[in-house]
């Protein structure tokens, strides 16, 4: 198993407040880890330290061997479970934010025929999500579902390295929650993603990962709980990849 | 019906509305006539016919001294002061407080020299601005802006620093810098909170305004209230406080107009 994401040795702590302790995981390219566990075992912390937006306690964290810059960064992308998408710009703005930022450091905004791409390249996108009549909507104008969808596109044309999920379809109607994994299998399936989905819902977490990992506390002091963190109990794989592409 | 659950139609609204200011006028014209038939000379409490006769000197003929139509000259004098100084006052909140709100670095810097500067009650700067910059329009212009701007900037900053994490963590994601973000994330969504600023700037600075020019000046809405005063001439004060009252609401509406024009995703979201 090739180690594209490790992690070595993590430790997450808040003040005197353990939140993780001990987290060694090898991640290969192309999975699609489900992350589950109770309330308050770490699994957004943990989220939070592979995306970049909180610094370990202890520890390493590599990509491909390189360790991870303390700050969020193109390499990785995030679909949270609120507030992903720009409120003040339409799905299809939304998806070319990503492209004006890179092509254009100074403006962040492109114009003539980068533009006409980048505004192709996005409505490719968004019709690839299920998006595609919907390009000049505003978010406040769509359904959570469709946001979601929008924060997915958003994130995707980034061509992030891995793809963070934090309770991604949390919010969402159990009609519209199916439909979305069909979509995200889909993309994963596609765009051959490396994705970390934490979720509360264990058929979520089993349906879609190829590995599902459970935070959970080792141990347990009854009169200082806080003072022992999570780590992974345990380390399901499900299915090798190429099961779940058949 | 419950009178929480009660809705008023756009018409019952502009009756219901448009009552307590109509029985207010008619209170006013009663007392000011039961006044002048006791006497006809009577200056506290102008009839209308006195304030049009007043005021047509002020609008249609030129000042004898002056050779100006002052009524104008003071609406015009008044409004570039207000201009001026809300305009300073917007720009120099718009670009610290987006500086403020999203870097923690330029926060930690002037924040406490901004708390600081907003507690200062700005009349009581008014000597040090006239010894200061003298008692030209320069000192007016800043009072108002002085006045106004320490509030609009700390809403600003608070908006911008409190919208979501997620939006700024996103933003990183998609490879932006903070150049970008202040650019295409902080400003746009700073811009509809700017404009209620503004509203709500408007008071004080029509009272930063009108201080001024009670003070030190020549000419200007408050210059020629506080002039008059000393000849009682209430038909030409009340006339005047009108007027001002009718700018200000112009100013009001016309920018909440623009506000939800020029920012249609902020509806329901800024209420």
């Known amino acids: 198993m090739s180690a594209f994401l490790s992690l070595r040795d993590l430790w997450v702590e808040y003040g005197d407040k353990i939140v993780l302790e001990r987290v060694n995981l090898d991640i290969a390219e192309g999975s699609f880890v489900s992350v589950i566990g109770p309330s308050g075992a770490g699994k957004s912390s943990l989220l939070r330290v592979i995306l970049g937006q909180e610094q370990p306690t202890r520890g390493t964290i590599l990509l491909d061997g390189a360790p991870l810059p303390p700050e969020c960064g193109p390499d990785r992308g995030v679909v949270f479970q609120r507030y992903s998408v720009f409120p003040h710009l339409t799905a299809l703005q939304n998806t070319m934010f990503a492209l004006e930022c890179t092509q254009a450091p100074l403006l962040a905004r492109l114009f003539g025929a980068a533009r006409d791409k980048a505004r192709a390249e996005a409505a490719a996108m968004l019709e690839a999500v299920g998006l595609g009549d919907s390009l000049h909507l505003y978010p406040a104008q769509m359904s959570g579902g469709m946001q979601q969808r929008l924060a997915i596109a958003q994130a995707l044309i980034q061509r992030p390295r891995i793809l963070l999920l934090d309770e991604p379809f949390g919010a969402l109607d159990p009609g519209i929650r199916a439909d979305m994994h069909k979509l995200i299998t889909q993309l994963w399936r596609d765009f051959g993603l490396t994705i970390i989905m934490v979720t509360h819902d264990l058929r979520e977490a089993f349906a879609l990962g190829t590995r599902v990992l459970t935070l959970d506390k080792r141990r347990h002091d009854p009169q200082a709980p806080h003072r022992y963190g999570a780590t992974a109990v345990y380390d399901l794989t499900l299915r090798p990849r190429t099961d779940v592409a058949a | ?271």
């Open chain 2, 1 to 271: 019906m419950r009178w929480v659950n009660r809705r008023m139609s756009k018409g019952d609204r502009l009756l219901w509305g448009g009552l307590p200011i109509l029985l207010l006028l008619l209170a006013y014209v009663l007392a000011a006539a039961q006044r002048h038939a006791a006497n006809p000379a009577d200056k506290i409490l102008p009839l209308p016919s006195g304030m049009v006769q007043a005021m047509s000197a002020l609008l249609f003929e030129r000042d004898l001294l002056s050779g100006q139509w002052l009524f104008w000259a003071d609406t015009l004098a008044s409004l570039q002061r207000l201009g001026l100084g809300l305009g300073i006052a917007t720009g120099t909140a718009l670009v610290l407080g987006l500086l403020l709100g999203a870097l923690p670095p330029v926060r930690a810097t002037l924040g406490p020299l901004v708390t600081a500067i907003a507690v200062i009650p700005p009349i009581a700067l008014l000597p040090i601005l006239f010894i200061g910059l003298g008692l030209g329009e320069t000192a007016k212009v800043a009072l108002i802006a002085i006045g106004v701007a320490p509030v609009m900037l700390r809403d600003i900053a608070g908006h911008v620093a409190a919208l979501p994490r997620e939006q700024i963590v996103k933003a990183q994601t998609l490879g932006a810098g903070s150049w970008q973000i202040l650019l295409r994330v902080a400003l746009p969504q700073a811009m509809p909170r700017l404009f209620q600023a503004l509203r709500l700037a408007l008071g004080p600075a029509w009272v930063f305004l009108i201080s001024a020019e009670a003070i030190a000046s020549d000419v200007g809405l408050g210059y020629r209230i506080f002039l008059v005063r000393r000849y009682l001439a209430m038909d030409v004060i009340i006339p005047y406080v009108a007027w001002i009252a009718l700018l200000a609401i112009a100013m009001d509406v016309v920018l909440n107009h623009a506000s939800k024009r020029l920012f249609p995703w902020a509806e329901g979201a800024a209420t």
